[in-house]
């Protein structure tokens, strides 16, 4: 079973940045896909990043050019940088690990809170 651990949350205010990271007990290198979903309160959960096995991209329009999503395979570890942020921002994270188009796996999630 593999399990992700996401930290790096935390309360911040208007225009500043927090990185997250999402441990992996597996090989993230194997993974088809690792991106990092959100979820407000009272609103769908929903992509904000992802970055497939080949390097490939995507972003949520809301968050181009201020996050970024990357990965060390060696640590087994996926980051997302996160700045200029904005009360709009305000969520719980989770991190997701998508093995096959099927099977995928989350963390338990980590709270972003941006004041304003």
């Known amino acids: 079973q593999v399990q992700l651990v996401e930290s790096g949350g935390g309360l911040v205010q208007s225009g500043g940045s927090l990185r997250l990271s999402c441990a992996v007990s597996g090989s993230i290198s194997s993974m088809y896909a690792m991106g990092w979903y959100r979820q407000a309160p009272g609103k769908q959960r929903e992509l904000v990043a992802a970055?497939?096995?080949?390097?490939?991209?995507n972003y949520v329009d809301s968050v181009k050019g201020r996050f970024t999503i990357s990965r060390d395979n060696a640590k087994n570890t996926v980051y997302l940088q996160m700045n200029s942020l904005k009360p709009d921002d305000t969520a719980v994270y989770y991190c997701n690990a998508r093995a096959t188009i099927l099977k995928h796996y989350w963390g338990q999630g980590t709270q972003v809170t941006v004041s304003s």
């Open positions: 970055i497939t096995r080949d390097g490939t991209l």
